[in-house]
């Protein structure tokens, strides 16, 4: 009974790195084609909920737009906008603060690790970072979702929401979305510590190749990753325990579109010393070509504005109608 329809966003939170573009962009075009109505979001009202300067946020902005662009997303084909331009997500996402139970926001993880010890002193709209990704997905009815597997607890949490929404009101109005977390890179580690996720808010830059890195950058990143003395292993069992080494294997995998068995079968038995320039060659064949394009549209802010503009138009011919049922269904 619903369109087949993907939704996925990414917040302009500055630092946009490998693990956003393996993870989330990659697949969000790979994503695209006649399958699927595909729609795309830089999520700013969420970047807010921790503190972003004011004078950095217009350009953040900006710089995710070109890169969804420059990664493969045509904003002729998927609706790619922002999201403060839409109201209606802000809307839909009071209406399932109301349907969402503190127990449930209480137990999200990313709450937990971003508040830290200090929730006393985080902002409210950190907590309820969840409820308004529920009403970004849900605002399109959308039926797929890709993103990396960091965000897994926050789609069950949709879910859920719109479960009990149905329930509540006794309609069959909101879809049970699917989560796509799938590939070999939905959680691209940190380069200097194989226990962390590779993060726009790490405060090491070694510990993340940024879209923006050049040549050397990367190069040099890469030479610096930490690894182990072995060499690397022919069968996959081998990266057990291995945490450094099964992330560089995963970046190459995903790289270059293989599995992570068919790169060790290629590399088993090399040492990390020859490993490396390996990937660094390959990261940069595949990065560079996304990074001056994304240097050569952000010449182009006018173009970026316009395409922004038109998007949030066509996001709103699909969000406008479904705020508008539901209120109806709420009885406002
Ligand atoms: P970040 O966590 O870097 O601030 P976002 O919260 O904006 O990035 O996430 C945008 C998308 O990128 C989400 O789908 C998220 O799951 C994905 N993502 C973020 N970090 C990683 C990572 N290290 N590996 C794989 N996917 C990631
Ligand atoms: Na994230």
Redesign the pocket.
Known sequence: QFTPRVF????P?G??????Y????KRFVDMQGPEFQTVYCM?DL??ITTWQDPKDLAHSTRELCAGFIAAGIDPEHSILFNQSQVPEHAQLAWVFNCVARMGWMQRMTQWKDKAGKNQQNASLGLFAYPSLMAADILIYHATHV??????KQHLELTRDIAIKFNNDFGVDFFPITEPVIEGT??????LRDGSK?????DTSDMS?INMTDDADAIAKKIRKAKTDPDALPSEIDGLEDRPEARNLVNIYAALNDQTAEQVLADVGGKQFGDFKPMLAELAVEKLSPISSEMARLMGEEAEIDQILARGAERARTIASPILQKTYEIVGM
């Open positions: 996925s966003g990414i917040q939170s630092n946009l790195h490998l693990g956003n393996l993870g989330a962009l999520v969420h970047a890709p993103v990396g597997d960091d965000q890179a939905t959680r691209v580690m940190s996720k590779m993060s726009k808010s993340r």
